[in-house]
């Protein structure tokens, strides 16, 4: 147990779908990411927030917009998504500007099929 | 091109014995090192870090060197048990910029303890 929860734990979803991946933390972190790790590739930042606010979009298409409410909760809605975006999406939390080093705990992740 | 790069897919070691799992980075301005540890449908757990100003970090089993003029760094695991078999990814960041672009991940390494 990391302090960083998502669910779900699982979604299949077809490409005409909308939903909503949540994740939330209760470590007192002011900093959310998502991450996306596919089979044989590193994993990639997609957003970085920031005291709720985006600092950083890594080139992400639009069918994935995230929220970031409070310092606590993170979403990720996606629409339309295509097959090849079937991954394990990955958040994570960090106390950012500090000294001893950027930290990251991840949560269990939510492994995304879209069919 | 990948900054980070985990050359060995995989790594077969007796139990008992050394592990060594290396990493490479390409950037420069890296000067945080994190390696983090991955069973099957779980997320990544932050394992050992090291700062750039150190070239050794040790935590009980697992001690991370780092050679700053190579830009290599390795985990040692010493003595190897069954439950440390996991992938694991090699991380960096660039704390000078407040860690604004998250963590940059290897592709990670399959660590198999053998009985």
């Known amino acids: 147990e990391t302090g960083v929860t998502q669910t779900p734990r699982h979604l299949v979803m077809g490409m005409t779908n909308k939903k909503s991946l949540k994740c939330e933390q209760h470590?007192?972190?002011?900093?959310m990411y998502w991450y996306k790790q596919s089979a044989k590739k590193p994993l990639e930042l997609m957003f970085v927030?920031?005291?709720?606010?985006?600092?950083e979009n890594n080139s992400v298409p639009s069918r994935f917009s995230p929220e970031c409410p409070n310092s606590s909760h993170l979403f990720l809605h996606l629409h339309t998504l295509q097959p090849e975006d079937s991954a394990l999406y990955l958040c994570?939390?960090?106390?950012?500007?500090?000294?001893?080093?950027?930290?990251?705990?991840f949560g269990q992740g939510t492994r995304l099929t879209v069919v | 091109d990948q900054q980070v790069k985990q050359n060995s897919p995989s790594l077969s070691v007796q139990e008992g014995r050394i592990s060594i799992l290396n990493c490479d980075y390409t950037?420069?301005?890296?000067?945080?090192f994190l390696w983090y540890k991955k069973y099957p449908a779980e997320g990544p757990t932050f394992l050992i870090s090291i700062s750039s100003i150190k070239d050794k970090n040790e935590d009980g089993r697992f001690t991370v060197f780092l050679n700053k003029s190579a830009k290599h760094l390795s985990l040692h695991i010493v003595p190897s048990q069954p439950g440390d078999s996991a992938v694991y990814f090699c991380a960096a960041s660039e704390e000078s910029g407040g860690g604004a672009d998250g963590l940059t991940f290897g592709k990670g390494t399959h660590l198999i303890i053998q009985p």
């Open positions: 950037n420069s301005m890296f000067d945080y």
């Open positions: 994570a939390s960090s106390q950012r500007l500090t000294t001893v080093g950027l930290k990251a705990f």
């Open positions: 927030y920031s005291l709720e606010e985006r600092v």
């Open positions: 470590l007192g972190h002011n900093a």
